[in-house]
């Protein structure tokens, strides 16, 4: 087996309980994905946007490749990856403005209910508002109910990232949204799912300049 660090790991309790937890096999989502059990890690390369419910790492993966994670080690093919420095994906908030109330929740209809895949447009959306709710207003409760909800009918990656949402737990382009007012970084990261993110941090009250947002998320309502 050839041993590797990985440059950083989210610091959620969430992903730690599955990196920490019992060593369990698990199976390839696709080319960065993961899924063990009900919970999806996130393998992203060294420099992309950091997950909070993932791993950076340079080690590549195969469809069919055999996964598993436990006691503090991420194992994929003949690889085992250690965890590197911890990052926190719960971002520092500091908007232009005061947060305006909440709107209305987005419907569960929107969310993809396919076995698996990436998150829908509406998926980023309803993500996006959870996240909001609990970092701009506190609602941690309502976001808990949210991603319980979610949960029963959405795809594996969504309900996962839908659950570090009700913790207040972010994408590393959220960050600098919530931190410095600019949507460009995550935009550019993400690109329509981006703007459905930043479409649903406003239905959550992100005090966004309309003649800044203007045109930029046209096609991404959900």
Same mark, same amino acid.
């Not at 911890?86 to 209809?109: N, Y």
């Not at 996006?128 to 009918?153: D, F, N």
């Given at each position: 087996?050839?041993?590797?660090?990985?440059?950083?790991?989210?610091?959620?309790?969430?992903?730690?309980?599955?990196?920490?937890?019992?060593? =369990?096999?698990?199976?390839?989502?696709?080319?960065?994905?993961?899924?063990?059990?009900?919970? =999806?890690?996130?393998?992203?390369?060294?420099?992309?946007?950091?997950?909070?419910?993932?791993?950076?790492?340079?080690?590549?993966?195969?469809?069919?490749?055999?996964?598993?994670?436990?006691?503090?080690?991420?194992?994929?093919?003949?690889?085992?990856?250690?965890?590197?420095?911890?990052?926190?994906?719960?971002?520092?908030?500091?908007?232009?403005?005061?947060?305006?109330?909440?709107?209305?929740?987005?419907?569960?209809? &929107?969310?993809?209910?396919?076995?698996?895949?990436?998150?829908?447009?509406?998926?980023?959306?309803?993500?996006?508002? =959870?996240?909001?709710?609990?970092?701009?207003?506190?609602?941690?409760?309502?976001?808990?109910?949210?991603?319980?909800?979610?949960?029963?009918?959405?795809?594996?990656?969504?309900?996962?990232?839908?659950?570090?949402?009700?913790?207040? #737990? &972010?994408? #590393?382009?959220?960050?600098?949204?919530?931190?410095?007012?600019?949507?460009?970084?995550?935009?550019?990261?993400?690109?329509?799912?981006?703007?459905?993110?930043?479409?649903?941090?406003?239905?959550?009250?992100?005090?966004?300049?309309?003649?800044?947002?203007?045109?930029?998320?046209?096609?991404?309502?959900?």
């Amino acid at each position: 087996m050839r041993e590797v660090s990985a440059n950083s790991h989210s610091r959620s309790a969430l992903f730690g309980a599955v990196l920490y937890g019992p060593f =369990v096999r698990g199976e390839v989502l696709g080319s960065q994905d993961l899924r063990f059990a009900d919970y =999806v890690v996130t393998m992203t390369r060294p420099g992309a946007p950091r997950m909070p419910n993932g791993i950076e790492c340079a080690s590549r993966m195969r469809a069919r490749e055999r996964v598993a994670i436990g006691g503090g080690r991420l194992v994929v093919g003949r690889t085992v990856v250690s965890p590197g420095p911890e990052w926190d994906p719960v971002p520092l908030v500091s908007m232009p403005r005061r947060a305006l109330p909440a709107g209305p929740e987005p419907l569960l209809r &929107v969310i993809a209910s396919e076995a698996s895949g990436a998150m829908s447009l509406g998926d980023c959306a309803l993500a996006g508002y =959870v996240a909001g709710i609990v970092l701009m207003h506190g609602h941690r409760e309502r976001a808990a109910r949210l991603a319980h909800e979610t949960a029963a009918r959405a795809n594996p990656l969504t309900a996962t990232l839908i659950r570090h949402a009700a913790l207040g #737990e &972010v994408p #590393e382009p959220v960050h600098g949204l919530l931190a410095g007012g600019q949507p460009g970084e995550l935009l550019s990261a993400f690109g329509a799912a981006g703007h459905a993110w930043l479409r649903g941090l406003i239905s959550a009250g992100y005090p966004m300049d309309a003649g800044g947002f203007r045109g930029r998320a046209a096609g991404c309502a959900p």
